[in-house]
């Protein structure tokens, strides 16, 4: 992990090293915390966090679904996260906003317990590597099923879920893959264990809809929109999974990966990145870099100094 100088934490702005919780704090027991991963990309304007409010509304709903109170309102985490890349001094970064019951109680039910909350930003390449991206990865569908809505909550980034994707992708690093799709209780095609996934057949891109226990990603609403500005037509439908071996293309979206070409699937060739994810993912990044028009509105554009003076970042 790239260190930086600050992480903000409940309010203060305290070194990297400073930022630590108590070994009894009810999320690292029971996972009752909620989160996000976001990201800031140098653009010609400056450095713009790409669709920073959406992001901030789910988490926001993570924490109501799991009753946690953030004590903090969206501006005053929005704003706090400005600050945070200005004081760091950083250009583009992986942001990760962290909402936890903290130190209190160890009872299940812990209301008296705090809710605490981290924003950490740092500088972490693309999840699955440049050559990926280029290239196309291979996966394989992975023995674990995506959580179900009848135990927990799909909908909800909330950190204790991530047990089911880390299982998941454990298996599929270990098996020689670069990243499992998993599906859900019935067996349809849900996601990968940190994106959702895309299908192109006879021209048209189909991706799972909500009751295929998705998590509702913004890059996924993003890639539906640009591929239908595109002329492209996307439906929202299940898919079997040996459609995903019938498939021309296959793409993954995500915070962390991005837009990730799937080449291989479970031994099945897909290909090399065809020509409509091709198409998709240069519109995509033309978004993430503010260099299309007409998705500036998805940008917050945060005002980082070139250089920032290094007093400054020790005075907080
Ligand atoms: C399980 C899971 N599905 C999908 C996604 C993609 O969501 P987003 O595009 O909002 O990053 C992520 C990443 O946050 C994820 O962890």
Redesign the pocket.
């Known amino acids: 992990m790239d260190q930086v100088d600050l992480i903000w934490h409940n309010g203060e702005l305290v070194a990297w090293e400073d930022a630590q919780v108590h070994v009894l704090s009810h999320g690292l027991h029971y996972g009752t915390g909620v989160f996000e ?1 976001i990201r800031c990309y140098e653009t010609e304007r400056g450095p713009a966090i790409f669709r920073h409010t959406d992001h901030l509304d789910r988490l926001a709903k993570s924490a109501e679904l799991y009753y946690l109170e953030i004590p903090y309102s969206q501006e005053e985490i929005r704003l706090a996260t400005h600050e945070l890349l200005r004081r760091n001094g950083l250009r583009s970064a992986y942001i990760r906003p962290l909402a936890f019951r903290g130190y209190g109680s160890l009872g299940l039910y812990a209301t008296d317990a705090p809710v605490d909350l981290v924003v950490a930003a740092f500088p972490w390449g693309v999840y699955l590597g440049e050559e990926a991206a280029r290239k196309g990865i291979r996966a394989k569908v992975s023995s674990w099923r995506r959580i179900s809505g009848a135990g927990l909550i799909p909908h909800a ?1 909330a950190s204790g879920q991530y047990l089911n ?1 880390i299982l998941a992708k454990t298996e599929s690093q270990k098996a020689g893959y670069e990243e499992a799709i998993l599906l859900d209780e019935r067996g349809f095609v849900c ?1 990968g ?4 996934i895309f299908v192109v057949r006879d021209g048209e891109i189909a991706t799972p809809p909500h009751v295929a226990a998705i ?1 509702d ?4 609403k993003s890639v539906i929109q640009i591929a239908r500005d595109l002329g492209y037509s996307v439906v929202e439908r299940d898919i079997a999974r040996s459609e995903l071996y019938l498939a021309e293309e296959v793409f993954l ?4 990966a991005e837009l990730v070409p799937v080449r291989e699937i479970d031994d099945h060739p897909i290909g090399d990145p065809g020509e409509i994810t091709r198409h998709i993912q240069a519109k995509f990044q033309d978004a993430l870099y503010g260099r299309a028009e007409e998705y500036l509105e998805w940008l917050d554009f945060v005002e980082v100094p070139a250089e920032v003076d290094a007093a400054s970042k020790v005075s907080s």
């Open positions: 991963g980034k994707s996601e264990s940190g994106e959702n998590l990603g913004i890059n996924r979206t995500g915070t962390a």
